[in-house]
C-alpha cells in the first residue's frame, strides 16, 4: 500500500496523459458521481481526525483566522487581478473571482494526508 501512496504523482500523471489522449474513459464520471465521489473523499478525510485534532486548532486562532483572511481576501483579490492582468472579458473575470474564492478543501486535504502533513 506504501508504494501505491509514494507513486501517487505518477498516477495523477497517467491518469491526465490518458484524460488528454482519450477523454472518454473519464467522461462516464460525471454529474451525481463527482458528488458521491467528492462525499466519499471528504468522509475518509473527515474519519482521520480525532478529538485531539480539534481542540489543538481551538488553541491556535491567529492560524484559522490567518487561512480565513488568505482565503477570502488575497485568493479573490488575486483572481480578479489575473483577470485584469490578462484583460479577460468581464464575465470570466468574475467567475475567477468567484472560483478564487472556492477553498479547494478536497484536493489540498487528499494531498496533505498522503504527505502526512496536517490536515485539521
Known amino acids: 500500500m506504501n508504494r501505491i501512496v509514494a507513486l501517487f504523482p505518477v498516477w495523477v500523471l497517467l ?33 482521520t481526525l480525532e478529538w485531539e485534532d480539534f481542540k489543538r ?6 492560524r484559522v ?16 487581478s489575473l483577470g485584469y492582468l490578462f484583460d479577460l472579458p468581464r464575465e470570466f473575470a468574475v467567475g475567477l473571482g ?8 478536497t484536493a489540498s486535504n487528499v494531498i496533505c494526508y498522503l504527505a502526512r502533513l496536517d490536515v485539521a
Not at 488528454?20 to 471528504?42: Q, Y
Not at 486548532?57 to 491567529?62: A, F, I, N, S
Not at 468567484?98 to 479547494?104: D, S, Y
Open 15 to 47: 491518469a491526465s496523459v490518458i484524460a488528454l489522449i482519450h477523454p472518454p474513459v473519464f467522461t462516464w464520471f460525471s454529474g451525481s458521481l463527482i458528488t458521491l465521489g467528492l462525499g466519499v473523499i471528504m468522509l475518509g478525510m473527515g474519519i
Open 57 to 62: 486548532v481551538l488553541t491556535m486562532p491567529g
Open 65 to 80: 483566522v490567518l487561512g480565513v483572511a488568505l482565503q477570502f481576501g488575497v485568493m479573490p483579490f488575486l483572481g480578479w
Open 98 to 105: 468567484l472560483v478564487a474564492c472556492c477553498p479547494g478543501g
